[in-house]
């Protein structure tokens, strides 16, 4: 079972890149999807999650109104669109699934699996 996190790169402040987290192994449709991010020095983070029909979607308060968040259960991945972007939003991009169903806010020690993140880097 693999979780694998792409779409990251070097970014102009202002610029909109997608993040896509597409499952392996195991379908994990019927489970809320995740996104944190991690910068150096920091603790992991909560960015956006989104429930197992993508009908109910939650966000940071540092992101909200810029990125949106969506899943294709028939393609087993997780998006994340990320808008206006800012230098602070660079980190480490790292997508999770929460199989134990801890609930919004989530309980990231209950997360698993984890991708391998993605480098997201906002030059100003």
């Known amino acids: 079972v693999q979780l694998q996190a792409s779409g990251g790169g070097l970014v102009p402040a202002g610029g909109s890149p997608r993040l896509s987290c597409t499952a392996s192994g195991r379908t994990f449709n019927r489970y809320a999807w995740v996104w944190f991010r991690q910068t150096p020095g920091k603790e992991r983070e909560f ?4 429930n197992w029909s ?6 940071a308060d540092s ?3 810029r990125f949106t968040i969506s899943r294709d259960n ?3 991945t997780m998006y994340l669109q990320m808008d206006r972007l800012r230098p602070e939003d660079t980190a480490v991009y790292y997508c999770a699934v929460d199989t134990v169903g801890s609930g919004w ?3 990231e020690s209950k997360l698993d699996p984890w991708g391998q993140g993605t480098q997201v880097t906002v030059s100003s």
């Not at 993508?54 to 966000?59: A, D, K, P, V």
């Open 105 to 107: 806010p989530v309980l």
């Open 74 to 76: 028939v393609k087993n």
């Open 47 to 50: 960015v956006a999650g989104v």
């Open 54 to 59: 993508g009908g109910s979607r939650f966000y």
């Open 63 to 65: 992101v909200k109104g």
